[in-house]
């Protein structure tokens, strides 16, 4: 059985988890239902510091509403990149003031960083991966240093990569709880429609995977429901969730 998380301090070297203790949570919480395993997660501090890194996407209502309903204070990230659309921005606005959610830190990327390596802004259109870092890989990395663990809203149905994935995963020497592992499409639009919770306002007009605006198009009839991001490109992830960014014929998770 997990224990709660060792308290970090100075002298402290060793890693805050290994793959023994992912090993062991997901054993314990294996069947258990997804708000069951929030709950103790949350409450049994079994993470130590953690917070959810949430895009206010088409599907993150899900996530933040199984983490309000337990702690609406937990923390939550969100990366604004400088390139959201302006409806995620107030969709995140929504979401917030609907879930009571009091744990909200935006994490922007450095100024230094963007003059440097961005000043024209159009970095993405030449360089998405080298955009991906400066604008979102970078700043998470920072935001994450007051932290032990993430809680992310990836599923197992988005990707080939995700497919089988764990609720509990080492990410470092940190934990990645993904409370939706084995969650389907039609399990998240059942939540949504139980919950009356609010949908992104770009999804009825046809995005269906949503990320920044220049790297986001809509998606055409018949083709995959992710196949507006990165249009154009062999780039797959922005690479904030550790794995390669550029993974041809995979799907974007972010
Ligand atoms: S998704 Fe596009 S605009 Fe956003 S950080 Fe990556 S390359 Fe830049």
């Known amino acids: 059985m997990a224990e709660p ?16 203790d992912v090993a ?26 953690v917070a959810v890194v949430s895009s206010f996407g088409a599907e993150s209502a899900v996530l933040l509403d199984l983490v309000a309903a337990v702690d609406p204070s937990t923390p939550v990230i969100f990366l604004d990149t400088g390139k959201m659309f ?3 921005l107030d969709y995140r ?19 230094a960083a963007i003059a440097a390596k ?6 993405w259109s030449y360089d998405p991966d080298g955009c991906c870092e400066i604008r979102k890989v970078l700043p998470l990395a920072a935001a994450m240093k007051d932290f032990d663990a993430s809680i992310t809203g990836r599923k197992g149905f988005q990707a080939s990569t995700r ?22 499409k039609a399990d ?20 269906l995977s949503i990320g920044c605006a220049p790297c986001t198009s809509v998606v055409k009839p018949g083709e995959d429901p992710r196949a507006g991001r990165w249009r154009g490109w062999d780039k797959v992830e922005c690479g904030i969730h550790g794995e390669p960014i550029v993974r041809p014929g995979e799907e974007p998770v972010f």
């Not at 009571?100 to 935006?106: A, D, M, N, P, S």
């Open 163 to 184: 497919s089988g994935i764990a609720r509990f995963e080492l990410d470092g020497d940190r934990i990645k709880f993904n409370p939706l592992a084995d969650w389907t």
């Open 188 to 207: 998240l639009d059942r939540w949504f429609e139980a919950r009356g919770l609010p949908r992104h306002p770009l999804e009825a007009q046809g995005y």
């Open 24 to 49: 062991r949570l997901n054993a314990r919480f294996e069947g258990v239902a997804t708000q069951e395993v929030i709950r103790t997660v949350l409450e049994e501090g079994l993470l130590g510091r």
């Open 5 to 20: 998380a060792r308290r970090i301090d100075r002298i402290d070297t060793a890693p805050r988890f290994t793959a023994a």
């Open 86 to 88: 302006p409806e995620t």
């Open 118 to 123: 961005d000043g024209t802004g159009l970095r």
């Open 93 to 111: 606005d929504t979401l917030v003031a609907r879930l009571g959610l009091t744990g909200i830190r935006v994490v922007s990327p450095e100024a």
